[in-house]
């Protein structure tokens, strides 16, 4: 059996993900598959590498993330790690394992 979450962590702001990084690499089950700072990256990765959980920022550089989650077609665990709490009650909607604000 397979323990390990293979993670990909989505967000604009470069200094984000690298906190993020740090964090989760202090987690021995997580291994991160990649980032993407912008939403095209990230359908690719998502697509080609189909992580078990996406660490995800709402606004993409005026992108909502939100629209990016139609382009899945499999159910990852969904992490908002964003700034604007006002997409918290459509994050849980749409199934979020957990929604951060920073």
Known sequence: ???????LIVDDVPSVVQIVKKILSQVPTIEIIGEATHE???VRLITAEKPDLILLDI????YNSLELLSY???NPMIVFITSHTNFALKAFEISAADFIVR
Do not use: E, K, Q, V
């Not at 606004?59 to 005026?62: P, Q």
């Open 72 to 74: 899945i077609n499999y």
């Open 1 to 7: 059996m397979n323990n390990i979450i293979r993670t």
């Open 59 to 62: 606004d993409l550089n005026g």
């Open 40 to 42: 095209d990256d990230a």
